[in-house]
């Protein structure tokens, strides 16, 4: 499958070696003087390791990868000791990757590992893990594509309807399909919206109506390159992700039909069968056709 992961200019890379210090997951070693990545499966793709290069020499990008494993990843650092153990997970924590760092308590847990959970930085117990869904992501890489879920309290909601201010329903960062990750937390067994860019602006009710407790990407079939890779994360989030239904709204305009074309071809190549629903938006932001399509 294609994912975030990062990679590395070898010809930048100065063997400082301070990128292998600060990747606890493992992922990269010094060899012939140079950081090397050895073995995607201990990428996580969040680029906590970018802000450790003094050069500049990492970076992030979408490729063919096998997916990240965090039972790998603690059988990899557990003889490392708690100190690693905790920093992996803190890091995890920090980007949000709630159903990671769940794996990596219960194998702290079947393992009977020395490890003071008490450090971690949560403020639920680690058996309640599942219920904790937003936190802010506080940690290093790149804020563009730094996974972070949010939602807005009750009172603030209702604060602003009062004031007569429309609230986001947006729950999620990042939304551009380019950044987002196929297996995100706020991703699984959810209903997701695939909208072209220019939806929400022509559509006053995008957020109360349409938005309002699904994930969302947005991406412009004309103008965005890679839609190769908008294929293979929609079958991700499918197959993956387990995602219930999918929801493509695009615009009248005979361009944005690519975005609906593509979620067919990702659910031909998917194992798992999700209804997509397709709703066609006016210039003037009017539904003009809602039907369920798959």
Known sequence: MKRTIIKIDEDLCNGCGLCVDGCHEGALQMIDGKARMISDLYCDGLG??????????????????????????MERISPKGEKTI????????????TEF????????RDHKLDVDLSKLKIKKAPEKM?????????????????????????TTAATNMVNGDQPSELRQWPVQFHLVNPQAPYFQNADVLLAADCVAF????????????????????????GKEIYIEKLTAMIDHAKINT?????????????????AKIATQNASRKVPVKAMVV??????????WVL
């Open 48 to 73: 906590a390791c970018i802000g450790d290069c003094p050069v500049g020499a990492i970076t992030l990008e979408e490729r063919e990868a096998e997916p990240y494993n965090e039972i790998k990843v």
């Open 86 to 97: 905790i920093a992996h997970l803190n890091h995890l924590i920090d980007h949000d990757q």
């Open 130 to 154: 599942h219920q904790h869904n937003h936190q802010h992501g506080h940690g290093g890489g790149c804020p563009g594509s730094r996974a972070t879920t949010f939602d807005i309290p009750a």
């Open 202 to 225: 022509s559509m006053g009710n995008f957020h109360s109506k349409y938005l309002k407790g699904k994930g969302l990407a947005i991406a412009c079939p004309k103008l965005d390159s």
């Open 246 to 262: 999918l929801t493509v709204m695009i615009m009248e305009v005979p361009c944005c039909s690519g975005l609906l074309q593509m």
């Open 282 to 291: 006016s210039l003037k932001g009017e539904v003009i056709s809602e039907e």
């Open 101 to 108: 760092v769940e794996q990596g308590i219960n194998y702290i």
